[in-house]
């Protein structure tokens, strides 16, 4: 397991990037690049909830939100894998899953907040993490900054 960090400066409150973040149809957005339609499912956004990670077909990771702080920080710890909508039982080849986290931070800055994203992964799924975390990224940048700017105008 390896723990990867991402980071973007961005030009906008943190309530508007946490309304990009977790909205569930802006979370389509910008996570579209992991899988086009993918989206969550909880009964409660909440710390302490149980949530599913999911693919249109069903497929994706059950978590809990481990840390919610609105505005400022979410932490899921991943427990395991969905297969078409089922919670699978965890594996010995499926334990590198288990409490894995994924957290998102946002930190003001002089000229709006700091995105930091870490996220645990498997080895085998590095690239693959590099790559699109950067470009989902550049997603919450471009629709926070464009919503920023629409809450300012006049």
């Known amino acids: 397991m390896t723990r990867l960090e991402f980071?973007?400066?961005i030009a906008c409150k943190p309530q508007t990037l946490w309304h990009c973040l977790w909205e569930p149809?802006?979370?389509k957005k910008w996570t579209s690049v992991f899988c086009a339609g993918s989206y969550y499912q909880t009964e409660q956004f909440a710390q302490g909830?149980?949530?599913h990670l999911l693919t249109p077909e069903g497929d994706g990771m059950y978590s809990i939100i481990d840390r919610l702080e609105e505005n400022h920080i979410l932490v899921f710890r991943h427990l395991g894998e969905l297969k078409n909508f089922e919670e699978q039982q965890m594996k010995e080849d499926q334990e590198v899953w288990g409490n894995a986290l994924e957290s998102y931070e946002i930190t003001p800055t002089e000229n709006g907040v700091k995105?930091?994203?870490l996220v645990d992964t498997a080895d085998k799924y590095l690239a693959f993490m590099?790559?699109?975390f950067v470009k989902s990224m550049q997603i919450l940048k471009e629709m926070a900054e464009s919503e920023q700017k629409t809450k300012?105008?006049?």
């Open 7 to 9: 980071q973007t400066e």
């Open 25 to 27: 149809e802006n979370y």
């Open 49 to 51: 909830s149980r949530i």
């Open 115 to 117: 995105l930091t994203v």
């Open 130 to 132: 590099n790559d699109l």
């Open 152 to 154: 300012t105008s006049p």
